[in-house]
């Protein structure tokens, strides 16, 4: 298939800014692109040739929209998988595929399918209600702590907590849901893994999150990771293996646990575009985003290594602050060292809201994450 | 003033390409950004915020437009500057300034002002109509042979002619016009020279179009120039006194000789972005789009230093192709190291048309020279 002419059109669900780093990349090559979002004010209405309103959970929806497009993917995972599987019957090309997502969508097939597919992960139990772990912790068959999360999306904030006492469950909601050993680790390590419709597979450098020592929240994405190189290949021989075990079409990141002693632990993939891959951009030869477009239209996958060091951080709503946001020093930043900041066009703030990322490129990446750390000590996302 | 407020806006005059590549730019930082183009199929149509349709050279469509943003800027030459010099008065900033463009729009006026500031260039004379040319190779005050340039803009393809006999003034038209000497040249080059609205300065590394030897057409445009750092220093330096001259805003594209005897000498600016800075998307800190942008918004500049080789090459029309455009072998291009194609999305060949550039980028300038020179003799701008 021509993808360069106007026959062709590619169908995006979703219309965030995944969706619209996607945009950047099909305007590039001139791709044809239809969108679809329930939100009006969705910022990829702007950008795409062809926008549609549209519920994603809406079977019909998804179906009507995927019916006039070639190539339909997603840059988000709450979407109706019955209506893919009706598509990719009748002819269109779903990537990632409809069975990859269902997989995905629930976290205990997803961890079934790691089991079934001999891929390393933490030890877990799966609950049809939470209810019913309390009786499971009395005979003994789960032991305190652990981490309880639940199987299904949509629970934004609520749908992991480490549950240290019997008195922890009470607030949880009565849903499907696995309780997975807590495992204690060094570093969270994520790959990114592209792979073409074709079987041409290539993988991104393994990238580290690191945490901040007292909050425990991540604040700087490192790529790549300050790891041994044995650790770095173990972690991309992992990510391979689940990517093939998918027969994965697209971008697959995959978020692993590098244990105390060494172990690397599958935590969960994300089919799409990923945060822990926004430094490609500015610091690898292909972003993640062209990767994505070529990997689901066939073409050859463009280079993975990094051009310089890269370090990004999320800019997220400082507490205290709700309304019209402010970026606080945002043109202190800009005078820093290769430091771009991208904004996502959010018009309110609140606490911890993501509002955008910033990229820190250098090419010695101890300098880039000097800079980085006087990014996030210099910028503040408040309100007027 | 807070650029990344909704109550900010950008004015872009002219929705090609260029506008584009800046638009990406304006999207990254959540700029809210109007366009003006007389076309209803611009390329800038989508992924502006605002599209209005209007004739640039006509006063009231720009005056009128104008009125309607915070700071306004332009893609193209051609542009009515008596509105921006309208808009200037009443509190508009345009930058390039109005007096910037009236000056590089006329070709006369050009060269006259590096005279007037003692910024080298060739030899010239002065017409106020090609008739008139005759009669100073009669009396001695013109020898031949010399190149005639049109002074003003819009006679494409008509506008520069080498003139080795008073037989190929015949059918050139009767304007004014200049009679330049025809300088003997090693390389062409340029430097991009990046200024903020408060007067920071920064230029990108000297680029060098490479000429096939025996078509004469530039075929590559690398960065950085493979010359003698003297050399390149001394290019840098009349861009960067060219730029100050204009007390310039923004991008301003300075080309120059490199004479047989290694002078430097201007050949022509562009007070925008530029065809010999488009490798600095993928090769350098900052591309020069989104210097643009922080330029005329008088923020920081970022660095202008490259982050690995670039080579660019121009996709043009085949000859003997007229229709519906084919990207022949564009799948074998995208296979190679580092290669990205641009594709402006113009829907109809001719031969020469410009429809897209490619950049090879590679930490080996070398390495992405050979490239590109594969890039070259494998892809092929056909029709149906």
């Not at 891929?119 to 209600?129: G, I, Q, S």
Request: aromatic residues 8%; proline residues 4%; contains cysteine.
């Amino acid at each position: 298939m021509n993808y360069f002419s106007s026959d062709f059109k590619l169908g995006i669900l979703g219309g965030g800014q995944l969706g619209k780093m996607l945009l950047y990349n099909t305007r590039k090559f001139d791709i044809y692109t239809a969108v679809l979002d329930a939100s009006n004010e969705a910022p990829c209405k702007i950008a795409c040739d062809q926008f549609q309103l549209g519920d994603l959970m809406d079977y019909n929806a998804v179906y009507n929209f995927g019916k006039q497009v070639d190539v339909l993917t997603f840059e988000i995972e709450n979407i109706n998988v019955d209506a893919l599987e009706a598509l990719e019957k009748e002819g269109v090309k779903v990537y990632p595929s409809s069975k990859t997502l269902r997989t995905i969508q629930n976290k205990a097939t997803q961890k079934l399918f790691y089991v079934d597919h001999d891929l390393p992960t933490a030890p877990f139990t799966r609950f049809a209600y939470t209810s019913e772990i309390k009786e499971a912790l009395n005979n003994g068959g789960l032991t305190l702590p652990f981490v309880w999360k639940s199987a299904q999306f949509g629970y934004d904030g609520t749908g992991v907590k480490i549950v240290k006492s019997a008195d922890d469950l009470t607030d949880l909601p009565n849903v499907e849901c696995i309780a997975e050993s807590l495992v204690p680790f060094k570093n969270e390590l994520s790959v990114i893994v592209s792979r073409s419709a074709s079987g041409e597979i290539k993988t991104y450098p393994v990238v580290e999150m690191e945490f901040h020592p007292e909050a425990n929240q991540v604040e700087y994405v490192i790529c790549p990771a300050r790891i041994p190189d044995e650790i770095a290949k173990k972690a991309e021989d992992v990510a391979l293996r689940t990517s093939q075990a998918f027969n994965h079409v697209g971008l697959l990141a995959v978020e692993m646990f590098q244990t105390q002693d060494d172990e690397i632990l599958i935590n969960e993939v994300a089919p799409r575009p990923h945060n822990s891959g926004h430094q490609t951009i500015e610091a690898s030869y292909t972003s993640q985003f062209e990767q994505h477009i070529r990997a689901i239209l066939d073409l050859p996958l463009g280079r993975t290594d990094n051009k310089v060091g890269g370090v990004m951080v999320n800019l997220v709503g400082a507490e205290g602050y709700s309304g019209n946001v402010i970026y606080e020093n945002i043109e202190t930043i800009m005078k820093m060292d290769g430091v771009t900041p991208h904004i996502y066009g959010k018009k309110q703030t609140r606490p911890f809201r993501k509002m955008g990322h910033v990229t820190i490129v250098n090419e010695d990446l101890n300098e880039a994450r000097r800079v980085a750390e006087q990014v996030k000590n210099s910028i503040k996302v408040i309100s007027e």
